[in-house]
Every structure is written in C-alpha cells, then in structure tokens.
C-alpha cells in the first residue's frame, strides 16, 4: 500500500532556531499533502493543506511566517518552524492522498528547549 | 463544516471482552468516514473507513464499524479485545465529494485493555 516516510522522528532543538520536517510519498504521486500538529492528550489539528506547485492554504490561527510549507515536487513536502520557542513543541503529522486515501507519516516529536 | 464528536476520552475494558467506541458526526453534506489507531509516539494508522456502498465495513484485526446515517454515528466495536489494542482511536470525518479533501480528528478515544 501506499506509504508516507516522515523525517526526523524527534527533534530537539534550540529555541529561536528553525527546524525543517520532510514528508515524502514514497510509491505514489501526492498532489496534496496535509500538515497536523497535535498537543499532548489531545487530537490532531490541521494547520495546512500543502498543494504540489501552488502556496499552502492555512488554517485560521496558523502563523504562515512561522510555519513555513514547501511542496516543490509531487513526492515531498516540507514544513520549517522557523524562530521555533517552547510552545512550539508538539508532535507534528503529515498526511498524503492517493487514489485509496488518506496515509499518515510517523510523525515529528519537535521538543524546543 | 463537518465536526466529529466522541464522547468516551478512556475506555478500560477487560482483556477479551467486547468494546464499543462511541462516534457521532455533524454535516450537512454527504461524508467519508475513518478510525484511525495510534500507538504511543507514532503516527495515525487507517483501521478501517467508509466512502459508500455496504454501511458496515470491517478492519483484519477484528474491529467493525457502522455507518449510521439516521444517527449520524459511526461507532467503533470489536468483539473481543486483545492487550495488543491498547493504544488511542481517532474517528474522523471527511467531505465525501470532490476528491479526498481535509480531514477532521475527533477528540480521541484511549482504549485500555487490562488483562
């Protein structure tokens, strides 16, 4: 079936540095590609819908300066956290559609110390 | 825009027995429907959806589900539950025309299977 590697897993970093996360499909062509962030013990939130060759549509309250999304190519997407701080934390998902669906990467584990 | 609701944030059901997970929706637009499993740390995994056709649709690992429309509800069953379930479910709702478009999480549902 169709698969969708996320890179890195975990991620620590230094507050007011950037940290980008990559989305790839990796036997299908993902014309979209949605960006989550989940808090702990709470549900997933979409933050982005990420369309190959065109710039992302954000969610309302989402900082598109602070979330930077890239989908340069029908198999990668990328979301930077740019100047990222504490609250910015949390475990982050990308998902891609196929013919079939919805398939989910592993996830980020951002922790920004 | 669609909503998805769960009611139950834990469920402590013992090894072998039944479970029930509750999911209602609200939409004024015909939907798709998922359940979604997440183990701790990892990302989501499609357990099972409905799109059309038949209104109960089935997992490999023994969960079911049903579509409700009258009820708008989709809950989540499994007749028998295994330690290996414990991890967190997430029903969620999707526009059902159009393609495959953004996806609503509802609030999740952490299974705990005491043995």
């Known amino acids: 079936g169709a698969v969708v590697s996320q890179h890195p897993s975990r991620v620590i970093c230094k507050s007011g540095t950037s940290v980008k996360i990559e989305c790839r499909s990796l036997d299908f062509q993902a014309t979209t590609m949605f960006w989550y962030r989940q808090f702990p013990k709470q549900s997933l939130m979409l933050m982005a819908t990420s369309n190959e060759g065109s710039k992302a549509t954000y969610e309302q309250g989402v900082e598109k300066d602070k979330f930077l999304i890239n989908h340069a190519s029908l198999t990668l997407s990328t979301l930077t956290v740019t100047s990222a701080h504490p609250e910015d934390s949390s475990f982050y998902i990308c998902s891609a559609t196929d013919v079939n669906g919805y398939t989910f990467g592993s996830g980020t584990r951002l922790t920004v110390v | 825009a669609q909503s998805v609701t769960q009611l139950d944030s834990q469920v402590p059901v013992f090894e072998e027995a039944p479970v029930e997970l509750r999911c209602n929706y609200s939409s004024s637009v015909s939907v798709y429907l998922f359940w979604y499993v997440q183990y701790p740390n990892q990302g989501l995994q499609l357990l099972l959806k409905?799109?059309?056709?038949?209104?109960l649709v089935e997992s490999i690992n023994g969960f079911e589900a049903e579509f409700n429309k009258s009820q708008t509800s989709f809950h989540l069953r499994k007749p028998s539950v295994h330690i290996s379930d414990t991890a967190e479910y997430f029903c969620?709702?999707?526009?059902?025309?159009?393609?495959?478009?953004?996806?609503?999480f509802g609030t999740g549902t952490k299974l705990q299977v005491i043995p």
């Open positions: 969620a709702v999707s526009l059902g025309s159009g393609g495959y478009q953004k996806v609503t």
């Open positions: 409905y799109l059309s056709g038949s209104t």
